[in-house]
């Protein structure tokens, strides 16, 4: 068994004017796809084979640099093609605003602490919102395709809201304003698949 390239849940141009047609048709159909195979080229007929994405980061071998990147690739643009929807954007409501509140202060304390985590990754990489045992989030970025589910990323527990911010991700349509493809980003938050994340991973 392999891993397969997850489907968009809307087509690529859902989300303009906030991430343009051809940035999303590209980074789903060439670098998530690119991923994918590459992951599954690496796990086959090793011991890895057969386990699910979350089991194979959890317990990763940091040295295996092929699964590393791709399984890391792999399982983090799933999760941002899910976090966002052309019906998104607003404020998040519920258990996951109240742990925010809790967390920053208010909304739009979360917004700047998560916007700066994103554009001060230097390089390729992305900015996290996650969720620990008990319910607490906070806010950390990751190089290149690692995320908090792997050892040792000094950014912990069950990533629930993730932004993407390599080059790829922007560049088309924003060049080298990153800031501003990291605004536009709130526009298309899906809070509703953040919830159901915040719920299964606090
Ligand atoms: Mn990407």
């Given at each position: 068994?392999s891993?397969l390239?997850p489907?968009?849940?809307?087509?690529?141009?859902?989300?303009?004017p906030?991430?343009?047609?051809?940035?999303?048709?590209?980074?789903?159909?060439?670098?998530?796809?690119?991923?994918?195979?590459?992951?599954?080229?690496?796990?086959?007929?090793?011991?890895?084979?057969?386990?699910?994405?979350?089991?194979?980061?959890?317990?990763?071998?940091m040295?295996?640099?092929?699964?590393?990147?791709?399984?890391?690739?792999?399982?983090?643009?799933?999760?941002?093609?899910?976090?966002?929807?052309p019906s998104?954007?607003?404020?998040?409501?519920?258990?996951?605003?109240?742990?925010?509140?809790?967390?920053?202060?208010?909304?739009?304390?979360?917004?700047?602490?998560?916007?700066?985590?994103?554009?001060?990754?230097?390089?390729?990489?992305?900015?996290?919102?996650?969720?620990?045992?008990?319910?607490?989030?906070?806010?950390?970025?990751?190089?290149?395709?690692?995320?908090?589910?792997?050892?040792?990323?000094?950014?912990g527990?069950?990533?629930?809201?993730?932004?993407?911010?390599?080059?790829?991700?922007?560049?088309?349509?924003?060049?080298?304003?990153?800031?501003?493809?990291?605004?536009a980003?709130?526009?298309?938050?899906?809070?509703?698949?953040?919830?159901?994340?915040?719920?299964?991973?606090?």
């Amino acid at each position: 068994m392999s891993f397969l390239l997850p489907k968009l849940p809307y087509a690529y141009d859902a989300l303009e004017p906030h991430i343009d047609t051809k940035t999303m048709e590209i980074h789903h159909s060439k670098h998530h796809a690119g991923y994918t195979n590459n992951l599954n080229n690496a796990i086959a007929d090793t011991d890895l084979e057969g386990k699910t994405i979350e089991d194979i980061l959890n317990n990763l071998d940091m040295t295996n640099a092929a699964v590393r990147n791709n399984g890391g690739g792999f399982y983090n643009h799933d999760l941002f093609w899910k976090i966002m929807s052309p019906s998104g954007g607003g404020e998040p409501t519920g258990d996951v605003a109240s742990a925010i509140n809790d967390a920053f202060g208010s909304y739009d304390n979360f917004k700047d602490v998560f916007s700066k985590a994103a554009a001060t990754r230097f390089g390729s990489g992305w900015a996290w919102l996650c969720v620990h045992k008990g319910g607490k989030v906070e806010v950390c970025s990751t190089a290149n395709q690692d995320n908090p589910l792997m050892p040792d990323v000094d950014c912990g527990g069950t990533p629930i809201l993730g932004l993407d911010v390599w080059e790829h991700a922007y560049y088309l349509n924003y060049q080298n304003r990153r800031p501003d493809y990291i605004n536009a980003f709130f526009n298309v938050i899906n809070w509703e698949e953040v919830s159901k994340r915040f719920e299964s991973g606090k």
